[in-house]
């Protein structure tokens, strides 16, 4: 059983602190990084006699859950519809790196849609979720997924949101260069969990969780991100039918205008016990 390589990774610093009487103190420390390993995601599809390849991109991300990280990404790209429609996943290391280098995966065949949308990919880094995209249309998101949950959740609550996500943010205190996606339920129960260096890579992982983890599903949930808000995590909430979103920092103007068409309930610059609604207000209950 090969030792799944850490997130996480220490290396040595020069600290160079200002005193303030002036002078200056090196001393040598330890610090940590946030690991960034590239994973190139292969598809399959067909019988053994008449099966196809196609590489679907390379992607910059944390190791870990990358078995949720390629369900959720497939399950946002509309390749797959639930997790049945992949039906393994190999993966290939090599002997300088414990986490996988390669993932092919082996689809159901006869997926609708399948082949569409898989020419549009390339490359993808840890910080764009659109780069494998190849033309404006690629980028419309399918109006009949607009989101109609009635759910209602208390002001109070949001304000929660992100100590609750911060607690699962166990790379992250370690080096601070991780990104964070949480879901929860309407009442604040966290549901899952993922970090990962990629905004749109642990958005990608949480989803893949409710996928493989039937349990883990709930019919209104709320979405805690712990970054910036921009077309890529409305794109995949929108398809992860995810109708509040909450944000520790901004949203994009493309973000804004995404979830007023979907009728997403989006929240930014949640912090210091204040946040903003930017769209569908109706969702939030204010409490006295």
Known sequence: MPVIKPTYQRTHIEVIKQRVEGLRH???????????????????????????????????????EDRELIHGLLFTEEIIHSAQDIREIQFERTKEQAA?????????????????RTNRWGSVNSSCGVCGKTSMEQLVIRQDVGNRDPVRINSS????????????????????????????????????????IGRHNALD????????????????????????????????????????????????????AIANDFNITLLGFVRDNAFNIYSAPERIRKTA
Not at 100 to 116: C, D, Q
Request: hydrophobic share 40%.
């Open 26 to 64: 090196h001393s040598p420390e330890t610090d940590y990084l946030a690991i960034e390993d590239p994973m190139e995601i292969t598809l399959r599809s067909g019988n053994n006699g008449s099966a196809t390849e196609q590489q679907l991109l390379v992607t910059m991300r944390t190791p870990g």
């Open 100 to 116: 996988p280098v390669k993932a092919m995966v082996h689809l159901r065949t006869n997926l609708p849609g399948e082949s569409a």
């Open 157 to 196: 609550l949001i304000h929660e949101l992100p100590e609750r996500m911060r607690r699962t943010q166990t790379t992250f205190h370690h080096t601070g260069g991780l990104h964070a996606s949480a879901l929860f339920d309407a009442s604040g129960t966290l549901l899952c969990a993922s970090e990962d």
């Open 205 to 256: 992982k949480v989803i893949g969780k409710v996928l493989l983890n039937p349990e883990l599903h709930s019919e209104s949930t709320i979405l805690c991100v712990s970054g910036r808000m921009s077309y890529e995590i409305l794109q995949k909430a929108i398809m992860a039918r995810i109708p509040v979103i909450a944000g520790i920092g901004a949203p994009s103007s493309l973000a804004v």
